[in-house]
């Protein structure tokens, strides 16, 4: 039962189903006086929200957040901040269908399942409309340690993928496109490859990289609490995410071990530093001050515009087409959803570790 | 702070450094009535204890496991079990150069920036000896769940690779071999391939395979506790992982929807099943009764043999040799530990559910 | 940090500051399927709302609360159950005074001393108001075990106790009068008492019994998470609380063992009852199937009309009198905030016990 | 289920049976850094060890307590610290007539309701006899503050009372006597009471007051997880326990406002205090640097020479005599399990404001 409250000292409980009255949450346990306003929040939601290009949903919402409680003159009380999306257009009707069968690859039938009832109007609960929500906190989350960068951006579509680079790249590059790859040339040939599935009613997914820098060593418990554990639980709570991997990930499977272990150096500042960043930031599930580091697996989109043959409740055969409003590959807008979890998971590190705030 | 206690329905408290007095853990909130004695959880041990084979460490450790409590006339009492392995075969005395630089690629170096302090005696609290008492408690959850059937083993290290296959490999074949792996050719090559890499003073890693089955559907929790995603963060938590994938994983970041989507159809018990199982048996963050299917990537083994360059604790450049008792691939003794922590899982996700115990 | 989530199984996180734009609770890990409207909730509201009676705050607030999400249909989803109540009646203008210093016997100088800042408008977070957030998750918790009664009325009010009896009262008694005590004699008397205190410009405090009957033998859990000691925590997290005792509490160190302890027999119906129930309904932390009784202190209320000494937030002598819209007695309204923090005790340990519900 | 974990930031897991193998607690979450050794536990230990007095039991344990982890040379790792007491005299044969029968006023017929089996052995997991985990975590705890004195006596034994006082006694004066009251009077007729109430085969209850110095102001957080509210929490969870009471309690309900408000004035040093202390040192939930001032009821220990009606298991009368080694007060013990209970809270609140510690 229950399941949506996220970390142990940064925590979120987030509510609201795709086309119910609202969704959002509150935050309990961000420190008090730190500058927050709802634009601070709107300018991640509006990275997430439906409608930003001609390869998303047409789906019409504002995603405008209203601040509810927890701050007061623009300053965090150090009081539970609670925020509300109203949802504008719901379109109900369109679910009746729906509502009689199992879409593939969807959780209806999972929730079905576990809760002998559930919410049909776009996917209810298991909407990744959801993720307005977390991408609202995570927003939060990023108020208390202004000096971490944490940047997400598309690195491959199916089988396109950018050029491998070091380094962090521009919120500019990131954003010139529809895509979110910082790569332009690949940035083109991936929207063309969207609209093309999308043209023959398909749907298809990809990875997300996500780096962190001017995290400072030292965040993240042993054993259970591992930074990068908390961040793979994160990243594979967002819906349709399959995988995850940090550093060397798969890959470094494949290398021996003088080949991957990073040689310790010290930096221009005196600082430690490592030459290669196989570890991905942690070691021992601990950050040790270099890039943190990650890829994230999303599958396509589970709703195409083909016909799917499935079971209706009752177990019969029947089929479905999708209709209504959907992304033919979630990743783009998915980029500020990556951020926003990983913004609690750092967050969270980050208060855990004692440090004073803001860092 | 913190980090060492895992779940939240069946809870495990772990402690214990490498080269300490003893390891172990409390295991609060297992049900009561269940059969269990130290030889039920032994035989988990035995398959993660040093030096089974010519491809692990020669440390010598019994690993013998005494219950101190929560266990009355064989039955479980429903209060906490309590759990000890003594440390037999310290030899603390090694030691003493190591506590004065940072091993690369261990986690000297981030204990000493978090806690300001570190046992350097075979790496302490961040050693993977302290992966026995997580097997201890998963052989508890397993008691939970009888019916449930958790099952790992080595499926590449290096570039070996087993072909795939679908269903549940036999234990016996799985065990058949010192490295884990349930294909014989395969199995006898990598064995070689870890006797060269130890030859040459070097280490590898691979990729784990775990199957679950007969899991109930209706496990797991919506948005952020996903059974997908507590599978993630267990697993990441175990020393050397680097990248969690389920079902499709990042594979299935190249397929289309159209394809990827599992397609529902009645079982011959009238269950409901999927043709294919590219979800890895869960959707919307929760078992539909598939197999659960996931992977876990280990990087090579950090201590090696050759001589690396490293600093000391005053960041002076300096040089280090892997002494003492390791293993060339933590693979083999990794798979009782992917089986725990997938159990623990597993058990938390039954208790959450609230289903009548023992499945 | 944080602090405003409640529960283990069936958690509650509240928000909202005494005159911000709203208050309200998520209600995550409610059971699916129950019955749930907002007139089910309201009931609970009204009873804890300003202005119910001519001797309680005259603040116009409506406390109509609106459920945002988890209900479909009618029917509980097993998602995550958000409430709003939106502040109807904020008049912040009174404040300015109050934001210059400290108010004796309130949050004041706690908060400024843990926050650094603090919302002055009616006591932000620290104003009793945020108990309404409280009532509607309690209403909740109730549907969950619609056959447990939990019902508290207002035992005494400062010297005035009413006499003692066994049982349960009914509802109609303790709702027949404003103080909500269901001895009608003595009730006319405390409403007596409360108004020329109030006359007087004082106030006053008293005592909050509770009586929880038909909860079933086994809830609460050991050693730590004793039924007791949880609904303790609950009582004391209510604002004004200074104290709990529980069967025969702190008279009950003035007997006996052989007096104290309760006598087992078999029951008409063949269940095992106590002849006394100085245990008040808990043994060894987990309920004994008997009524579980326990009682409330309540302070005084800390505004008061008369002109009190006090400092200002640079630390300079002033004084303060207490304007605005207060209670001279807080019981009657609290009356509402017992039952509803009892609920959410009971509903946990429901849960935590693996019961199907509803009970 | 499980019900051992205690903390959310300073957190302990306890276990034991009164006459398992051991019992011990885990302590996750200590700071590193700080001087530790056995005997800083033991002194603790030894206080609420059996046997110190002729108006204790007469069974003989050591109570010697073994550091297992999360300890090097002398100063803790921030790793989890374990702990164990291994229970030397167990004399388990007297049980066997018990485990016939629920003993009035024990958890014998809960723990049975609820988990279907139970120790039998000194009432297994449900004896005070486990408070001694918490004894040694709460030694611990102190480490983590030592500028704040912790300091809890007995006020009362059953009628007898000492005289009221302000301020904090010395331990010398505490220790002066084996019933742990620092007023030499009064202790003298408690002894003698006890003794007579055990001479007649009787027990009796009392009182323990706790005082808590030089704790800062800003320790505690709003709304649920009070400072009083964990304080009540962590005392209704002690064995016997039947009621909290803090500052004014339940006299101060039959104070006005205008007696009850605490002045505030500038201290010497120029720090904010209040004339009067009728908050008992917290304000909102919230330290205000204050004395902590509170109050803790106890039962008369259930078991009592006397013979006794009851139940067998299978509901048939039968009598009870109470036999074995037993308090008859067990207020003298319970000194330190109060001072334990009191000192893990704190240093929970110390952790969740993130002051650096050592305080």
């Given at each position: 039962?229950?399941?949506?409250?996220?970390?142990?000292?940064?925590?979120?409980?987030?509510?609201?189903?795709?086309h119910?009255?609202?969704?959002?949450?509150?935050?309990?346990?961000?420190?008090?006086?730190?500058?927050?306003?709802?634009?601070?929040?709107?300018?991640?939601?509006?990275?997430?929200?439906?409608?930003?290009?001609?390869?998303?949903?047409?789906?019409k919402?504002?995603?405008?957040?209203?601040?509810?409680?927890?701050?007061?003159?623009?300053?965090?009380?150090?009081?539970?901040?609670?925020?509300?999306?109203?949802?504008?257009?719901?379109?109900?009707?369109d679910?009746?269908?729906?509502?009689?069968?199992?879409?593939?690859?969807?959780?209806?039938?999972?929730?079905?399942?576990?809760?002998?009832?559930?919410?049909?109007?776009?996917?209810?609960?298991?909407?990744?409309?959801?993720?307005?929500?977390?991408?609202?906190?995570g927003?939060?989350?990023?108020?208390?340690?202004?000096?971490?960068?944490?940047?997400?951006?598309?690195?491959?579509?199916?089988?396109?993928?950018?050029?491998s680079?070091?380094?962090?790249?521009?919120?500019?590059?990131?954003?010139?496109?529809a895509?979110?790859?910082?790569?332009?040339?690949?940035?083109?040939?991936?929207?063309?490859?969207?609209?093309?599935?999308?043209?023959?009613?398909?749907?298809?997914?990809?990875?997300?990289?996500?780096?962190?820098?001017?995290a400072?060593?030292?965040?993240?418990?042993?054993?259970?609490?591992?930074?990068?554990?908390?961040?793979?639980?994160?990243?594979?709570?967002?819906?349709?995410?399959?995988?995850?991997?940090i550093?060397?990930?798969?890959?470094?499977?494949?290398?021996?071990?003088?080949?991957?272990?990073?040689?310790?150096?010290?930096?221009?500042?005196?600082?430690?530093?490592?030459?290669?960043?196989?570890?991905?930031?942690?070691?021992?599930?601990?950050?040790?001050?270099?890039?943190?580091?990650?890829?994230?697996?999303?599958?396509?989109?589970?709703?195409?515009?083909?016909?799917?043959?499935?079971?209706?409740?009752?177990?019969?055969?029947?089929?479905v087409?999708?209709?209504?409003?959907?992304?033919?590959?979630?990743?783009?807008?998915?980029?500020?959803?990556?951020?926003?979890?990983?913004?609690?998971?750092?967050?969270?590190?980050?208060?855990?570790?004692?440090?004073?705030?803001?860092?």
């Amino acid at each position: 039962m229950g399941g949506s409250i996220f970390g142990r000292y940064f925590k979120v409980a987030t509510f609201g189903e795709s086309h119910g009255a609202a969704l959002g949450c509150i935050v309990d346990g961000c420190p008090s006086n730190l500058s927050l306003s709802e634009a601070d929040i709107q300018s991640f939601l509006d990275k997430r929200k439906p409608g930003q290009s001609d390869i998303s949903t047409p789906r019409k919402e504002s995603d405008s957040c209203r601040i509810l409680s927890g701050v007061f003159e623009g300053k965090t009380l150090g009081t539970p901040i609670a925020l509300i999306i109203e949802n504008a257009n719901q379109k109900s009707s369109d679910y009746s269908e729906i509502a009689k069968l199992w879409r593939p690859s969807h959780a209806d039938f999972t929730y079905d399942a576990k809760f002998g009832i559930r919410d049909p109007r776009g996917g209810g609960r298991s909407s990744a409309r959801e993720t307005a929500a977390r991408v609202a906190a995570g927003a939060i989350a990023r108020m208390c340690m202004p000096s971490i960068v944490i940047r997400a951006w598309v690195e491959s579509v199916h089988s396109i993928s950018m050029p491998s680079f070091d380094g962090m790249p521009s919120e500019e590059d990131i954003e010139s496109n529809a895509v979110r790859c910082p790569h332009a040339p690949t940035a083109l040939r991936m929207v063309e490859f969207i609209k093309k599935a999308r043209a023959e009613g398909d749907s298809v997914g990809g990875v997300i990289r996500c780096r962190i820098s001017n995290a400072p060593a030292g965040l993240g418990e042993p054993v259970f609490d591992r930074l990068e554990a908390d961040l793979a639980k994160a990243m594979l709570s967002i819906p349709a995410c399959k995988g995850f991997e940090i550093g060397s990930g798969f890959a470094g499977t494949r290398m021996f071990g003088s080949a991957h272990n990073d040689e310790f150096f010290v930096g221009e500042g005196g600082e430690v530093r490592t030459k290669t960043n196989y570890a991905g930031g942690v070691l021992g599930g601990i950050s040790n001050g270099q890039m943190i580091d990650f890829r994230v697996a999303f599958k396509p989109t589970a709703t195409i515009l083909k016909e799917q043959k499935t079971l209706s409740l009752n177990k019969e055969p029947t089929t479905v087409v999708g209709r209504g409003r959907h992304d033919p590959c979630v990743l783009p807008r998915a980029v500020a959803v990556v951020e926003a979890m990983a913004s609690l998971v750092l967050a969270d590190a980050v208060l855990a570790a004692g440090k004073s705030l803001p860092l």
